[in-house]
């Protein structure tokens, strides 16, 4: 039989290993929780560390670029040059169209000439009443009516034909005056092995017969075309300065075929019998 002091000291024993149990697993979790913690600041450590020189570095990289973009202008966008043209005059294009052809009225034993005033200057032209008619009678009609003032120039060729195309108010390529005119004079003495001169200026049509409207086409440089454009004018020598000037600031598209960098606007045209 125990005794009351064997007991006592039997639960003094037991109580003992309990703390000591207690303490040892206290103190593995203490180690345990001690080496979490140890690591996790390793890392905040070795990031900060890390973002820290690594932030350096960009910012020093960073300051050396804009330091040379400060210097070295960007390759990628050169200046586009000024425009040599002026600023096109106060008022709207006409919208007006016709059914029909006007009356022929032009007198084919006279001279008739045309004056583009644009913004890049003077485009005097010699007309060919005689051998196109219906075509002078019918800018002699349009001028008239105001039809091409304040007009764009929309087309400059810079490639294969070299040609300035005028007379659409609407400025898209797809404007006229409602009505056709005949082709004519497609066997001009000027037109020599397919070959449109410098200076010529032509009507523009779609390519079928018969379907020139009010679109025309002045040419800055000998152009190879099929005679099927009729040739109804000559520009005049100060007048091709003037093409020359819009020729040379290119195209818009750089393909060399769009509108023309030149700000070509017709303010007046006029049709002057003499």
Not at 6 to 23: H, T
Not at 205 to 220: A, D, R
Request: charged fraction near 25%.
């Amino acid at each position: 039989m125990v005794s009351q002091e064997q007991r006592r000291r039997q639960l003094a024993r037991e109580k003992f290993l309990r703390q000591q149990q207690r303490r040892t697993d206290a103190r593995r979790k203490a180690r345990v929780r001690n080496s979490v913690i140890a690591s996790v600041l390793a890392v905040v450590v070795i990031g900060s560390v890390a973002l820290y020189t690594t932030d350096v570095f960009k910012g020093d990289d960073d300051t050396k670029q804009n330091a040379g973009a400060e210097v070295t202008p960007s390759a990628s966008a050169p200046s586009k040059a000024p425009d040599p043209c002026e600023k096109p005059a106060e008022g709207k294009v006409k919208t007006a169209t016709w059914k029909k052809e006007p009356e022929l009225t032009v007198d084919k034993s006279a001279k008739y000439t045309m004056k583009l005033a644009t913004t890049c200057g003077d485009i005097d032209i010699a007309l060919k009443a005689s051998a196109a008619p219906h075509t002078v009678n019918s800018f002699d009609f349009l001028a008239g009516k105001g039809y091409f003032d304040h007009s764009k120039c929309h087309r400059l060729t810079t490639n294969g034909i070299y040609v300035l195309q005028c007379g659409d108010p609407t400025g898209t390529g797809t404007g006229g005056p409602g009505y056709t005119i005949p082709d004519e004079n497609l066997k001009d003495k000027s037109l020599k092995a397919n070959t449109y001169p410098a200076g010529t200026v032509a009507m523009a049509n779609t390519g079928q017969k018969h379907t020139g409207g009010s679109q025309f086409f002045l040419v800055y440089q000998d152009s190879q075309l099929p005679p099927s454009y009729t040739p109804f004018g000559t520009v005049s020598e100060s007048g091709m300065k003037v093409l020359k000037k819009i020729a040379d600031a290119g195209e818009s598209t750089g393909a060399g075929d769009g509108a023309p960098n030149a700000t070509v606007v017709i303010d007046k045209a006029t049709v002057t019998k003499s």
